[in-house]
């Protein structure tokens, strides 16, 4: 078969170049392997590289004098390759500021008289915005940080924190002009109650109730909880429009030092990021994606009529896969483009389409701005994830690594953009997505996240999240609108891409 007939590359051929030879120390100082096994023909994914270790080797690349877009490195089949496209010109990383009309601006200081700056919403954040008159709490996340140990001016260090993190004063205006993400001067006071509850949980619940409204001066907010036998909790609640998956790991840290009276990481503003995506070419990014999508027979859509009532809405599982990574090796792809295709084969056999597409997540972190790997914010978006049933899934799988490769420049782009995604707006182009969250989480034993394991998706109608544990495990969290499609149905779903990622395990074919 296909995969048979992909064979280890055992003889390690000799680096040719000083370029070659860079490359390769930092290839191995990034994923821990002995420079003398990386050879010129020697492929970034078969020795375990991914595009969260892609961008520690574009870091350090800068940092020797070199530059290297994760775009490119991701695209190249070879170090050769890649090495080869490394250049000592600098990559443009700094974007010219973004402009807001006089109107616009007018409009926000007659909410927020004496913020500090303000700038177009992303698209991402648009989209969770829009959920706050329906379903308020959808996005809101409740950190938990044990305060038991009595750590002594809380409040006071808390605000010293949020003086210097535009990102935990931000807040929205809606306008006739758009979206607006504002953010608040640096001496804001900050309130920060002190709650006395039975449970935390009782606290944690109306907390939740409460979420955030545009009338709220910022998205975020802390209260030290006292509950039980003495127990003490601080309790971080934001909004997911000013956090994603890496933010909330850098987050959760800076709290953790400002607590502890420790010094304070120095961070970029967010709006560099914005700065960025406006400086975009447009037509550009229309073109790529009408050409991505070209020939797409129709919307790839689970929803259904559900009449259920009270079920739980979410689903989790932990499942082993001892032989899925020196199998991925040796074909050059990631555990991302696998999971992928399993949610792909899962629609195609319940939907019977041989053409499916399929939200993804995609981290930004690798965007050409200076820090961004830095950076506090929600950088994320969600792209259309193209899968045509037409060859194996060896060469399935290496065609969704080009395409995911392919698509980085153009996946944090304009709203404009992002509403056509090439295909008539009238109808949702797909209705589920998948967030492969592969992020180097430092365990904090005084910091963890309230369970939301039992909450509805909170935009699509199935939302995905999977979390790689190690090498050869994966924990798998299915999240689903009961609204829009009944318990039966969705764990169906969700135990055949189960299945299908166990079946993978065994061999690809």
Known sequence: NALQALEVEVQVEALETESERRMAKIWAQVLGVNVNDIGRRTSFFSIGGDSISAIRVV????????????????????????????????????????????????????????????????????????????????FVSQVLFDLSQGLDDVPDKYRHLVAQRDI??????????????????????????????????????VDLTRAFTLDDSSFARFAVVEHGNGQVHGVLTIHHALYDGATMAMLTADVLDALQGRPLAVRPPFRLVVDYIEAQDSALAERYWMTYLRGLPGPTCVACTSNAKDCAVALVETIQMPSTSALLKRIHVGMAALVSLAWATTLRRLLRMDDVVFGQVVSNRTIPVKDVARTLGCVISSVPCRVTFDKDNVSLLQAMQADNAAMLPYSLTKATVCKQWGVDDSAALFDTEVSFVNLAMVELSAVKESHTTCRPASFYVIELTVLPLTTDSLCIQGNFDPHRISGTRARQYFDIMLDTLKSFDKGIM
């Open 59 to 138: 870091q350090l690349c800068k940092k020797a004098g070199w530059h290297i877009l994760a775009s490119e490195l991701l695209l190249s089949n070879t170090l050769q390759q890649a090495s080869s496209v490394m250049s000592s010109v600098k990559t443009q990383l700094e974007w010219p500021p973004i402009e807001v009309s006089e109107c616009a601006r007018s409009r926000i200081q007659r909410r927020w008289p004496g913020y500090e700056s303000c700038f177009p919403a992303t698209h991402e954040q648009h989209d969770m915005i829009s959920t706050i008159d329906t379903t308020p709490s959808s």
């Open 168 to 205: 935990l004063r931000s807040t929205f205006v809606k306008t006739e002009f758009g979206l607006f993400h504002v953010v608040q001067p640096s001496t804001m006071y900050i309130s920060i109650p002190r709650i006395s509850t039975l449970t935390l949980d009782a606290f944690l619940a």
